[in-house]
Nanobody
Framework: QVQLVESGGGLVQAGGSLSLSCAAS????????MGWFRQAPGEEREFVAV????????SYADSVKGRFSISRDNAKNSAYLQMNSLKPEDTAVYYC????????????????WGQGTQVTVSS
């Protein structure tokens, strides 16, 4: 069992930065890939980024590549999403999730989800 709690969301102007954190409980955190997804009102949940169990491999959605950076610290049972050069279209609720498998850009690959944190980017 893994419980996930996101923090760090808020309101920021376009061009600004935010850093999201995801704190995990449970002793098996290092067994899971950690992903970040986001969901805007009226939209489907979409993949943002994923980091593998060791932190050595990452993957990003094209829309955030070069602006966002995902990382993890297994000693702290935490995952992070650094978001730079934010745009109004980045506005959404951001979720962290723990999953495994070969389709980690899809929500179905994830077993555990946090409650989400709101990110709002003003123009």
């Amino acid at each position: 069992q893994v419980q996930l709690v996101e923090s760090g969301g808020g309101l920021v102007q376009a061009g600004g930065s935010l850093s999201l954190s995801c704190a995990a409980s449970g002793r098996t955190f290092e067994n899971w890939a950690m992903g970040w997804f986001r969901q805007a009102p009226g939209e489907e949940r979409e993949f943002v980024a994923v980091v593998n169990w060791s932190g050595g491999r990452t993957s990003y959605a094209d829309s955030v590549k070069g602006r966002f950076s995902i990382s993890r610290d297994n000693a702290k049972n935490s995952a992070y999403l650094q978001m730079n050069s934010l745009k109004p279209e980045d506005t959404a609720v951001y979720y962290c999730a723990a999953g495994w498998g070969s389709t980690l850009t899809k929500p179905d690959a994830y077993r555990y989800w946090g409650q989400g944190t709101q990110v709002t980017v003003s123009s």
